[in-house]
């Protein structure tokens, strides 16, 4: 499990003020049973008049659990603070974000209430499109290995991201992910990572995506596509046999009650590590 100690300790103690409008997100819970750390702890809020009072009441319940607490920035969208305490530190982020997402954020032990996988997937195909991170890489090869295949991310990114197409997005990511093998290093990932190795893959899958996506309908950008209990990327020649799932504000789960229950339990389980 990539969380430090205090990351831990921070998630269990705050798990508590968690609420579906107030979640753990961004790569603390993407990469919770994968490689790579996380350098902070990002906590995302639905109203924007959520951001500073709970950014409050969380840092000073750590300063009374014994944290000292350093204020980086405090905007009405974003509140941020560095924690410490024996000698380790993180980076705490509270965040206004859109509530448009594919299903209701989850019930979870370990972080209280966190996104789910597919929205912390196409949340960091946003970010992988819009900024120049190498971690962002990594965190691609791990969305495609472990949560869904990269092609269907884009898609259903698409439904966000008005003015690009998916083959636009699968640009994007190729025209920003320019690396040296020094901005490698300094990704926090055990075992070390290979940068020439790694690039390699990133750019197999996403040619992979974009022979996907070309053959998929241009009036079905935006959706997901589930078999079973199960979000899957599709044949594009048998769509047929799939169900259709759209985004909406603060998500929700299939019509199907089938389906929606055995998806809540999927996702449900906890951790195994």
Do not use: C
Request: net charge negative; aromatic share 10%; charged share 30%.
């Amino acid at each position: 499990m990539p969380l430090s100690r205090i990351q831990a300790e921070i998630l269990r103690l705050l798990a508590s003020h968690r609420d579906p409008e107030s979640y753990v997100a961004g790569s603390t819970p993407l990469n919770l049973d994968a490689p790579r750390y996380s350098g902070d702890i990002d906590l995302f809020h639905d109203r924007e008049e959520r951001v500073a009072r709970a950014a409050q009441e969380d840092s000073a319940f750590l300063q009374e659990s014994g944290y000292a607490i350093e204020w980086l920035r405090r905007d009405p969208a974003i509140n941020g603070v560095m924690v410490a305490r024996g000698g380790e530190r993180t980076k705490l982020e509270w965040v206004f974000d859109s509530d448009f997402r594919f299903f209701p954020t989850m019930r979870d032990e370990t972080f209280g209430y966190v996104l789910h996988p597919v929205d912390l997937a196409t949340n960091k195909v946003a970010a992988a499109y819009g900024r120049h991170e190498p971690r962002d890489v990594v965190d691609l090869l791990t969305i495609h290995d472990r949560i869904l295949p990269l092609g269907a991310v884009i898609w259903a990114a698409a439904g966000k991201a008005l003015g690009f197409t998916p083959e636009g997005i699968i640009n994007e990511i190729r025209r920003m992910a320019r690396y040296t093998d020094a901005e490698f290093r300094r990704v926090a990932i055990d075992p070390p990572l290979d940068p020439a190795a790694t690039m390699k893959r990133l750019w197999e899958i996403l040619r992979e995506s974009e022979a996907f996506v070309i053959r998929m309908p241009t009036d079905l950008v935006g959706l997901l596509f589930l078999k079973d209990s199960e979000v899957v990327q599709p044949d594009p020649a048998r769509l047929e046999d799939y169900q259709t799932h759209a985004g909406q504000r603060r998500g929700h789960w299939p019509t199907n009650a089938d389906i929606s229950t055995a998806m809540f339990e999927r996702y449900q389980k906890p951790p195994t590590s």
